[in-house]
């Protein structure tokens, strides 16, 4: 065919071996407002020209009877060779009956959710579950929420920081297992136990928080779908069973009873409450102290359900105790050592009880003092009480331990509060007399 002359106007009602020169004398009659210049080589490629003088490439085609058209750019930012290009990987889905915006949906779909696995692989790991978790616990009032925070930034933010950036859905059971076993390993099998109860309760609140209502939503985006902490053997512990026995309780009280200030009263008052957890005792506020008994929240094993009401009858001399320590302490917190501005924590305390117990000289007993350690007071008044033959039950209500069985839960709306007042008044009698009834007795014993 012979090349047409540069001065020949374009038929735009026929197509065209398209070439630069054809397209650069392209123009738009007068009397339209643009007209189409339709490539013979690749069918469905045309270029627009307009009145204005804009030149831009797009193709057009049938894909199951529905017209599909596209923009392909600008001439000539675009050139000839890349419309074509691309009108040639169209037509080849047209002639197959497949819509490209289809592929292209998918396409973009797939990509978002790449992306969002990245994001979720950046933002969403092991170690921001963690604290997620540690942040949902203190959210419900739980104390144990500083301990979670502290033995995961040992144990896993500093410890094992590839695995903390691991994305949490793609943490596997052994590389649990792996971080525990490093701990059994170097004879913490105990705060091994506590990694594992903890990881297994956030990992399984990630679980479950596509169905369940306690988990806050925000634990969906971590898109775990098994629990692998649950999937490791469970460790297996001595239960740490070494209470202060009934007469070194005895010794005790009398190594604080004539303590002063707010050390030697907040000694006392955690004696004649009966031992309650110096985690929840040290929180106690002004306004839920009573005329007759004070109010603890105890959160303890209540996922999701915030903090239950304990309330414990005061002892005149428990109330005496109170008294002092909220005049010494004004503000919110009446166990403090700031005037009442923040309570004194629980460390302090447990160190306050080991300095007074420093100086005793223990009596012998079946059982020997050993190393003193506060938590051993809460026991050993568990075991007091238990020799003075307070129930069961009582001892439960009193100490706040898990009531449970649907009668317990559902039916038995007494507060047990003359049970507890009994109790506390027996033990009273058996830290304060010395009259054999209430003397726990031991083949040996020293004469009280």
Known sequence: MARPNKATAINYTVAHDLTNGLLERAVCPDDKAFVLLRDADKKGLRLRVTKAGGKHWQFEARIKGKLFTRAL?????????????????????AEQGIDPRVGEALEKAAKAQAEAEKERAANFTFGTLMEDYANELERQG???????????????????????????????????????????????????????????????????????????????NYGVQHNPAAETVAIKLVPDKNPLMPPHLRQYWQAIESLQGVRGAVLRLHMLTGGQRIEQLRQLVRSNVGEGAITLLDAKGRTGRGARLHTIPLLPAARETMDSLLALNPGEFPLSVDGGESPVSAKVIADWAKDAAAGVEWLLSDKPVGQFQA???????????????????????????????????????????????????????????????????????AAV
């Open 73 to 93: 750019g600008e001439w000539p930012a675009v050139g000839m060779d890349v419309a074509r290009k691309e009108a040639h990987r169209l037509r080849g889905l």
């Open 375 to 445: 938590k051993r007071i809460r026991s050993g008044v568990e075991t007091a009480l238990a020799s003075l033959r307070v129930s069961q039950e009582t001892r439960s209500h009193l100490l706040s331990h898990g009531v449970t069985g649907v009668q317990a839960a559902s039916y038995d709306g007494h507060d047990y509060a003359p049970q507890k007042l009994e109790a506390l008044e027996t033990f009273y009698r058996f830290l304060t007399e010395t009259s054999a009834s209430v003397v726990y007795v031991s083949s040996r014993v």
């Open 142 to 220: 739980k104390t144990s929420h500083a301990k979670v925070r502290g033995i995961f930034k040992l144990h896993l933010t500093e410890g094992a920081p590839k695995l903390a950036a691991t994305p949490a859905a793609l943490v596997t059971a052994e590389q649990v297992a792996d971080l525990l076993r490093r701990l059994s390993e170097a004879g913490k099998e105990r705060t091994a136990g506590k990694v594992r109860s903890y990881c297994r309760a956030a990992f399984e609140m990630a679980r479950t928080s596509k169905l369940s209502l306690l988990v806050p939503v925000h634990f969906k």
